[in-house]
């Protein structure tokens, strides 16, 4: 099998496009897809300078997804000095698992000379989640807890930080899973959320109020959303199939941690996965097809919710515990902080 492009050997067919790509060839293609991404959404704002650079935080799991898109972007910004990047690791308290991830984000960061931070459940909220999957006073999967407390702290210190934006490695199947789970569970509030949360361009979102855990994070849907401090999402690397990242991140040999969560249990999203998986197989160019067509009808749902004035959001306020905004007296978060504690 030869490379469309040059005739040398190829490492991989996309059976959605047609392309039988060398190593080089299929490198190029993944970032020129990644940078094409990152200008459609406006990711860098026009008005950025070096005296006032636009800080881009990213969420730095170690994980391939996150290392490949923290060395595109390194590389395609990383002498413009409109742009600052900082990679933010969160350690949950599992053992064994992210420290050797936290190994890997430690050796990526120093390679490419770009600032790195790690904060933990355990200095944040004084819990690990080896204990809290262990004690599971909520009777719910690790996942829904985890959800919270990552978001919460991915959230918080990029507004720490005085962010512009917070990235994050989401790809494509990821984005198409969360498409269809919305879709079939008839929530068509929560297709707006997600183009506003971080679908939509920046011009095409409104940055104010844009965050309404559109990712089915488990959170406060509404966390955050008015804040003078809310940091907006995007994700430059939906348009890359997961296993395109996994054959970049090994092609160039990048340090990254490929284990699975040992506590991960998403059944639903697991099931979703298997009929993408299925669907792609028989019909090449599913999730790309799905993502298409979703992201138009989200923008035309957002709009039209936002035109209607009816987003309908509670009043929010502070949390009393933590000062988070939130629609009740008390957040998500430290209801489930008050509860792994009473046990």
Not at 273 to 299: N, Q, V
């Amino acid at each position: 099998m030869d490379c469309d492009k040059c005739g040398a050997d190829a490492v991989t067919h996309a059976a959605y496009s047609g392309a039988h790509l060398c190593g080089e060839h299929f490198r190029r293609s993944v970032e020129k897809r990644v940078r094409r991404r990152v200008r459609e959404d406006g990711l860098l704002d026009p008005e950025a300078t070096p005296d006032d650079p636009d800080r881009w935080v990213i969420g730095l799991s170690g994980g391939k997804d996150s290392v490949v898109l923290a060395t595109i972007l390194e590389e395609t910004f990383g002498r413009d000095p409109r742009v600052e990047l900082i990679g933010l690791t969160i350690h949950e308290g599992i053992e064994g698992y992210r420290d050797e991830s936290l190994a890997a984000c430690r050796e990526l960061t120093d390679d490419l000379g770009i600032r790195h931070e790690v904060v933990s459940y355990a200095e944040e909220f004084g819990v690990e989640m080896d204990d809290v999957v262990e004690d599971d006073p909520e009777n719910m999967a690790a996942c829904a807890y985890c959800g919270v407390f990552r978001r919460d702290l991915l959230e918080g210190y990029a507004e720490e930080f005085d962010a512009d934006k917070l990235l994050t490695g989401h790809n494509l199947d990821d984005e198409a899973q969360t498409a269809l789970m919305n879709v079939l569970e008839g929530d068509v509030r929560q297709v707006a959320k997600h183009f506003d949360a971080s679908l939509g361009s920046f011009e095409d979102r409104p940055l104010d109020d844009a965050d309404r855990n559109g990712d089915n994070t488990g959170s406060d849907a509404h966390a955050r959303a008015e804040s003078d401090h809310f940091v907006p999402r995007a994700k430059p690397l939906r348009d890359v199939p997961e296993k395109e990242v996994a054959l970049y991140c090994h092609l160039r040999d990048l340090p990254s941690h490929m284990a699975e969560c040992p506590h991960a249990e998403e059944a639903y999203r697991g099931e979703i996965k298997s009929i993408l998986h299925d669907l792609e197989e028989s019909h090449p160019g599913t999730r790309h097809s799905i993502m298409a067509g979703y992201e138009e009808i989200a923008g035309i749902v957002a709009d039209t919710y936002r035109d209607d004035g009816d987003d309908g959001e509670a009043d929010l306020g502070e949390c009393v515990e933590c000062g988070s905004t939130t629609s009740r007296e008390v957040c998500r978060k430290c209801r489930l902080i008050e509860s792994i504690e009473a046990v």
